[in-house]
């Protein structure tokens, strides 16, 4: 079957690793079940007047200095943007044509798409996307039992009464539901009578080999410790600094911070392959990224993550998921175990992986339209 992939990818306001991974793998992940995935170039309304090449008046930081960090890393912002054009364009089977809310309805025919995945990432979040009509699976072409959701987040949603009922009433247009969190599970189980789920994330589905194939060669020969941050946490800069002078190596730096150019190798120009070469050959990874987090797991290298508004619900259930929750830090100063047991580690995620590829394969399994 061909399967459509609806989610937050292509057009992202920043460059974000995590979310091109999690369409890669989840991609990847439909094939190895026999069908062949296509990615749906969706730009839902709100990102419309979007512009990723002058990111900086729909940040999440909105005061004046990140603006101007951000304005100083234009350069490496737009050779990055490029290399992430050819990611979506080399590594998926992306659609000819690009889909708004005017033409989806056109998509079935256009790319002859069978049936849907909604997912992953933060598509249900209501405070990111309001309740999308292509994350909620609300095209015409959509409702007909042949679209499902997975690992589709919630986030940390703000709800009101009136985006609960039109949550409750969008939730009835798929034939199975599959969440990243456990928190919104009681809740959708409650309001529908199909199958829903919690499953892991589509970048836990694969192994280290996956990675590996796509993986860019080894990019730095000198020691480093890998900073790659998805917002400015002044405490989680300083922790880089401290660990790189410990460990006498110097700091690779994927984040907006260009007046760090002095002291740190600046990289924010990165690929989604360099970012896994710079993950697999760092000493430690200090990152407040969800999937920076799952990278660093996969190629088993020493990690720590930090709070991060909005993101912590899904940081701890993975690290409780992986008997990690120790690695997460907010001030800096906790007390980390001296290593990480990864043979456990990866015992829990190949315990966890079955339970969710049966999901994906038992619900993408449809009568005749």
Not at 81 to 98: G, Q
Not at 268 to 281: D, K, P, R
Request: glycine share 4%; hydrophobic share 35%.
């Amino acid at each position: 079957m061909r399967i459509g992939i609806v989610s937050y990818n292509i057009n992202c306001n920043f460059t974000n690793y995590g979310s091109a991974l999690q369409s890669w793998a989840l991609s990847e992940t439909l094939q190895k079940l026999g069908h062949t995935p296509v990615l749906i170039d969706y730009c839902p309304d709100i990102l419309r007047d979007k512009d990723p090449l002058n990111p900086m008046k729909n940040m999440w930081d909105t005061d004046a200095e990140a603006r101007r960090q951000c304005e100083l890393s234009l350069p490496a912002i737009r050779v990055n943007y490029e290399k992430f054009e050819r990611f979506y364009s080399t590594r998926f089977n992306r659609s000819a044509k690009k889909y708004y809310s005017h033409n989806f309805n056109a998509v079935v025919e256009d790319e002859g798409i069978d049936a849907f995945v909604c997912g992953s990432d933060t598509i249900f979040c209501v405070d990111e996307f309001g309740i999308d009509d292509g994350y909620y699976a609300n095209y015409a072409c959509m409702k007909n039992g042949h679209t499902i959701s997975y690992a589709a987040s919630f986030g940390d949603s703000h709800f009101t009464p009136e985006t609960y009922a039109l949550l409750n009433e969008r939730l009835q247009n798929f034939k199975a539901i599959g969440i990243r969190e456990s928190s919104m599970l009681p809740y959708v189980r409650q309001q529908v009578s199909v199958r829903v789920e919690k499953v892991l994330d589509p970048t836990l589905l694969l192994k280290v080999e996956d990675f590996r194939r796509i993986e860019a060669p080894r990019l730095e020969n000198e020691r480093y410790i890998l900073l790659y941050a998805r917002r400015y946490n002044k405490k989680m800069f300083e922790y880089a600094d401290k660990k790189a002078k410990e460990l006498g190596c110097k700091v690779i730096d994927i984040s907006l911070r260009a007046t760090n150019a002095d002291k740190h190798r600046m990289f924010y120009e990165a690929g989604v392959e360099e970012f896994l070469s710079l993950v697999h050959h760092a000493e430690l990874v200090v990152t407040n990224s969800f999937h920076g987090m799952i990278v660093a797991v996969h190629y088993q290298r020493p990690f720590v993550i930090f709070s991060r508004e909005q993101c912590d619900t899904k940081i701890d259930e993975v690290l409780s998921l992986l008997g990690l929750t120790d690695r997460k830090l907010v001030s800096g100063e906790e007390t980390l175990a001296a290593d990480i047991d990864y043979k456990l580690v990866h015992n829990r995620t190949s315990a966890a992986r079955p339970h969710s590829l049966q999901f994906l394969a038992q619900e993408l399994t449809f009568t005749s339209k």
